[in-house]
C-alpha cells in the first residue's frame, strides 16, 4: 500500500498531501516527520537523486525537484524499491506538465493539472500508470498511443 | 496545517514569487463555485475553480456536510458540458468529495451513461469514480460492465477496472470472486500493466486457493511476464507457493529454484532483489542456494544509488540474523558503508557487522561505532544497543569493553527508550556474565545518581537489591541506594526503602546499619515511604534485636508475586469490605492465552528489567461465577482450569459447538457452547450424550440441558464427570447433540408446537495431561530453577523419532506439557542444530514445575531430547516424564 505522496515547497509548507490507509490522528505525525526528514537531509541535493529512509515498517522514498520536494510513503509489497517506481513516475509526470523542474511558482501555475497526474499514478493507494507520455495522454482523455 | 503560502520575500517584487492562491478562503471559493450553475458554463472558470477547492482539499481543509452536499449538486451539473478537460476534473473532484451514498443517486446515471460512452477514456474515468462511490447494490447492477471492461482492448479502461476490483474485494469479496474468468484472461494481456494489475487480482481472488495458486505460478514462470512488476509479485507468489510446497518434499532440488536463480539476472533492479529476498528467506535455505543471491547484493553495496544501497544492506542485515556467516565476504564493502551519508543505511551497516563480525574485530568496530553514535538519532541508537548486547553475549570474554561502551553511552544525553534499552542491555549481560556483574552493578548505581526516569530508577534499585547483596561487597552499593531517600521523589524514595531491607535481609554484617538507615525514614513525608520503612523494621527486626531472617521474611521480600497483576486488581476490585480480610489465594493465578488476533502480533522478546508477561483480563472469573452458579457443581471445590474452547464442529455447518474444559481436583466439567444457526428452528431441550467408554477413569455423576436455543443467540450445556481425586487422568470423549426441533414461522417468527426429537453428530473430544497445567511463567528462569534445588530433579533422555524440524518437534513438546514457554525459549533458530527450551507452569494440585529441555537433530532427521523437571513434589517430576513418554 502506498500510504502517503506529500509535495513540500521549500519551507517545509504542505504543496499537496494524499495519504490512504493513515488514520486522520496519525497525518500529522507524519507531515511533520517528512518535512523535518527532508529538511534534514534534502539540501544540496541534486534533482530527482532518490534518497531513502526506513521508520519502523514503513519506507520513504524522498527527493527534490526544483523547488519542490516530494516523499512517497509505502509498505508491505511497496518497499524502497517499488517506491522509487512510483516516485520516478511521478517525478517524470510533474517535469512533463511543467516542462522543467518547476519553480514554487510554476508549480502551483499548474496545479490541477499535477493533481490529473497524481490522479492518474496512484489511485487510493494503488500504482495504476506509470509511463509519462500515457499520463499525458489519458489526463486529456485521451487514448494511450500503444493501442 | 500549512500556511496559505505567502509572498517569500518582501523586498522582492516579482511577480514570479506570488502564489495563484494567495489569500485563498473557503468561503469565498465556495461563493465562486455557483458559476457551476450558471446557463452558459464557461469551462475554463469551471475548471479555475475546481482547482482551487483541490487545493484547499489538499491543504487538509474541510468541508461541512452542507457545504460539500452543495459543491457537490454544482458539480454534478457540469457533466452538461462537452469540454473535455473540464469533464476530467469532475471526475476527479467527485472522488475527492466521496458523496454520501443518498447523494451517489444524482450521479449515477450520468456515470452510467460515460461508462458505456464511446469515448474510451470516460469509460475508464466513469469506472474508477463508480467503483468509488458505489455500495454493493449498485455494484450488482454495473457488474456486467465491469467484466466486459476488464478484458477491454483498451488497457487503461482495463486497468481501471482490475484497479477498482482489487479495492472492491475488500468490502464486496464474493461480487469480485465471480470476475475471476476475466481477469484470468487479463493475466494473458499484452500490456504490461495490464497483467501486473490482473495478477495482483487474479491473487487476492485465489490466495486461499493453494492448488490454483501453484498452477497460476507453474503457468506464469514459463510463460512471458511483461513488466517488471509483475514479475516481482510473481516472484512473491512463488515464494509462497514454495513455502507451502515445503513440508511435502522430502528431499531432491527446491522447486522453482531456477527460476528464482534465473531472475537474479534480470534487467530490472527491483527484480533482482525481489529475487535475491526470495531466496534468503528460503526456509532451510543451503549455502550453495545463498551464494549467488548475496554475490549480488554484494555488488549493489556500493552502488552510487542511495536506494539499492539501502534494499541490499536492508537484505543483508536480514540474513545476518540467520546466516551470518554467509554475508561475512561483504564485511569490507559493509564497513564502508559505516560512513554512509544516510543514516539508516550506516545504522544496517553496523548491526550487520556487530552480527557477522568475529571476535578479533569487535574493538574496532567498537571504535568507529563510538564515532557514529554522536550523530544518530535515539531509534537508531536502540537498534544498535540490541545489537551490541547480542554481541556480548556471543562473545562473553569481551564484556569488558562492550560494558564500558554501554556505560559511556549512559551517561550521554538520550530519551527513555534509549536509556532503557541500555539499561536492559546491562541487566542482561549480568545475569548471563557472571564476570560483568560488580561492574555493571557500579555503572547502574553511577546511572540512578543522576537519572531523570522515576520508571527506570525503580526497576534498577529492585534489580539492586536482588544481586547487590550476593556480591563480595555489597555495602558500597548503601550509598548510592542512600542517597535516593534524600534526593528522590516518593516513588523513587520507597523503591530505595525496600532495596536497603532487602540488603538488611540478607548480610547479617550490615543489619544494625541498615535499621538506623530505616529508622530515618520513618519521618519521611510520603505515607508509602513510612510505612514501608516501619514495615521492615518490624519484620526485620522483631522486637527491635539485630537476629538472623527467616526463611518466610526472605520469602516475603524476594519470593514471586506468583500472580498475575490484571487477576491481583479484578480479586481486588470485587472484593467487598467484611470482616473476612482478603485472602491473597483465591486470586487465580491462569494466565489466559491471548486472543488470535493478538498472537500474530510479532512477539517481543522479554527484556532485562520486564516484568513476566501477563495475559489480558482474565476470563477465569467469569468462568469460575457461572459454573458456582449452578448448584450441581457447587461441591466441586476450587476451579483448577478452564481450558481454551475447543470446535466440535466444522465451520458453516447448521449447529456450531464448542467446548470448554474446566478442571477440578476431583471433577472435569464440559462446557459445551452451542449456536443455532437456522433461522427457521428452534432448538429445545439441547442435551450432549457423552460416551465415556475410553475414558476409563471417568464417570459422568451430573448433566445439565439446555431448556431453548433460538436462532443466533448462543447458550451452553454442561456434562460434568468425576475422576480420581489430583490424578490427571486421561481419555476420549464421542459427543452427540441431541434436541427437540421446532420448525419456526418466518412471517410471525413464532414456533410451532409439534416438536421433532434429533441428534447431531460432533467430534470427539481428549482429555490431556496438558489439561492439568497452568501455563504460569516465571521471570528469570534460572533463579526460579536454582531456588527450587534439585531434591525432585528427575532427568531422562527420549528418542522423539524422525521429526520435519527441530522447531516442529520442540513446539510439540511444549503443547504436549502445556506450560509456559520462558524468556523467548520457544523460538528455534532455523537450521540449528540444538536448542535449549525452559518451560514453567503449576501442576494440578498447585505444585510448581519447572522443565529445562535440550533438543539436538541429527542426519536423517532423528530427534533426541533430555527432559530434567524440577517441582515441589516428586509425584509430579515423575508425573511429567511419564507424560512424556506416553505422548
Known sequence: MILAVLFANVEGNILIERFSGVPAEERLHWRSFLVKLGADNLKGVKNEELLVASHKSVYIVYTVLGDVSIFVVGKDEYDELALAEVIFAITSAVKDVCGKPPTERLFLDKYGKICLCLDEIVWKGLLENTDKDRIRRVMRLKPPTEF | ?????????????????????????????????????????????????????????????????????????????????????????????????????????????????????????????????????????????????????????????????????????????????????????????????????????????????????????????????????????????????????????????????????????????????????????????????????????????????????????????????????????????????????????????????????????????????????????????????????????????KYRSLMNFLSNILREEGGFEYKKAIVDSIVILIRDIPEAKESGLLHLCEFIEDCEFTYLSTQILHFLGIEGPKTSDPCKYIRYIYNRVHLENATVRAAAVSTLAKFGALVDALKPRIFVLLRRCLFDGDDEVRDRATLYLKTLAGDGQVVETDKDMQAFLFGPLDIPLVNLETSLKNYEPSEEPFDIHSVPKEV?????????????????????????????????????????????????????????????????????????????????????????????????????????????????????????????????????????????FSNI??????????????????????????EDLEVVAADYMMKVGVSNFRNAWESMGPDFERVDEYGLGPRESLAEAVSAVISLLGMQPCEGTEVVPSNSRSHSCLLSGVFIGNVRVLVSLQFGIDGPKEVAMKLAVRSEDESVSDAIHEIVASG
Not at chain 2, 470476475?179 to 487479463?186: K, R
Not at chain 2, 508477561?613 to 476451579?639: C, H, M, Q, W
Not at chain 2, 436462532?711 to 490424578?727: I, L, Q, W
Open chain 2, 737 to 762: 447433540l441431541k434436541f427437540i426441533v421446532n420448525e419456526v414461522d418466518p412471517t410471525t417468527g413464532e414456533a410451532e408446537d409439534d416438536g421433532v426429537e434429533d441428534e447431531y453428530q460432533l
Open chain 2, 592 to 732: 489466559k492465552s491471548q486472543p488470535l488476533a493478538e498472537k500474530k502480533a510479532p512477539g517481543k522478546k522479554p527484556t532485562g528489567l520486564g516484568a513476566p508477561p501477563i495475559g489480558p483480563p482474565s476470563t477465569v472469573d467469569a468462568y469460575e461465577r457461572l459454573l458456582s452458579s449452578i448448584p450441581e457443581f457447587s461441591n466441586f471445590g476450587k476451579l483448577f482450569k478452564s481450558s481454551a474452547p475447543v470446535e466440535l464442529t466444522e465451520a458453516e455447518t447448521e449447529y456450531a459447538v464448542n467446548v470448554v474444559k474446566h478442571i477440578f481436583d476431583g471433577h472435569v466439567v464440559f462446557q459445551y457452547n452451542c449456536t443455532n444457526t437456522m433461522p427457521d428452528q428452534l432448538l429445545e431441550n439441547v442435551t450432549v450424550i457423552v460416551d465415556a467408554s475410553d475414558a476409563e477413569e471417568f464417570s459422568e455423576v451430573a448433566s445439565k440441558p439446555l431448556r431453548s436455543l433460538p436462532y443466533d443467540s448462543p447458550g451452553e450445556t454442561f456434562v460434568a464427570f468425576e475422576k480420581p481425586e489430583g490424578v490427571p487422568a486421561v481419555g476420549k
Open chain 2, 1 to 397: 496545517m500549512a500556511q496559505p503560502l505567502i509572498k517569500k520575500d518582501d523586498d522582492r517584487d516579482d511577480e514570479a514569487d506570488y502564489s495563484p492562491f494567495l489569500g485563498i478562503e473557503k468561503g469565498a471559493v465556495l461563493q465562486e463555485a455557483r458559476v457551476f450553475n450558471d446557463p452558459q458554463l464557461d469551462p475554463r472558470k469551471c475548471s479555475q475553480v475546481i482547482t482551487k477547492l483541490l487545493y484547499l482539499l489538499n491543504q487538509g481543509e474541510t468541508f461541512t456536510k452542507v457545504e460539500a452536499t452543495e459543491v457537490f449538486f454544482a458539480v454534478t451539473k457540469l457533466f452538461q458540458s462537452r469540454d473535455i478537460g473540464l469533464r476530467r476534473m469532475v471526475y476527479l473532484m467527485i472522488k475527492e468529495l466521496s458523496p454520501s451514498s443518498d447523494e451517489v443517486i444524482i450521479v449515477t446515471s450520468s456515470l452510467m451513461k460515460d461508462m458505456n460512452s464511446k469515448t474510451d477514456m470516460y469509460r475508464a474515468n466513469a469506472i474508477r469514480v463508480l467503483c468509488r462511490i458505489t455500495d454493493g447494490t449498485l455494484l450488482t447492477q454495473i457488474e456486467r460492465y465491469l467484466k466486459q471492461a476488464i478484458v477491454d482492448k483498451n488497457p487503461v479502461v482495463a486497468s481501471a477496472a482490475l484497479v477498482s476490483g482489487i479495492h472492491l474485494l475488500q468490502t464486496n469479496p464474493e461480487i469480485v470472486k465471480r470476475w475471476s474468468n476475466e481477469v484470468q484472461e487479463a493475466v494473458q494481456s499484452r500490456a504490461a500493466l495490464v497483467q501486473f494489475h490482473a495478477l495482483a487480482l487474479l491473487h487476492q481472488i485465489r490466495q486461499n486457493d493453494r492448488l490454483a495458486v501453484s498452477k497460476l505460478v507453474t503457468s506464469l514462470t514459463r510463460g512471458t511476464v511483461r513488466s517488471p512488476l509483475a514479475q516481482c509479485l510473481l516472484i512473491r507468489y512463488t515464494s509462497q507457493v514454495i513455502r507451502e510446497s515445503a513440508a511435502n518434499t522430502q528431499s531432491g532440488d527446491r522447486p522453482f529454484y531456477d527460476f528464482l536463480e534465473g531472475c537474479l539476472r534480470h534487467k530490472a533492479e527491483m527484480v533482482i532483489f525481489e529475487a535475491a529476498r526470495a531466496i534468503t528467506e528460503l526456509s532451510g535455505v543451503t549455502s550453495r542456494e545463498l551464494t549467488p543471491a548475496i554475490t549480488v547484493l554484494q555488488l549493489f553495496l556500493s552502488s552510487s544509488k542511495h536506494v539499492l544501497r539501502f534494499a541490499a544492506v536492508r537484505t543483508l542485515n536480514k540474513v545476518a540474523m540467520t546466516h551470518p556467516m554467509a554475508v561475512t565476504n561483504c564485511n569490507i564493502d559493509m564497513e564502508s558503508l559505516i560512513s554512509d551519508q544516510n543514516r539508516s543505511i550506516a545504522t544496517l551497516a553496523i548491526t550487520t557487522l556487530l552480527k557477522t563480525g568475529n571476535e578479533s574485530s569487535v574493538d574496532r568496530l567498537m571504535k568507529q561505532i563510538t564515532n557514529f553514535m554522536s550523530d544518530i538519532a535515539d531509534e537508531f541508537k536502540i537498534v544498535v544497543v540490541e545489537a551490541i548486547r547480542s554481541l556480548c553475549l556471543k562473545f562473553p570474554l
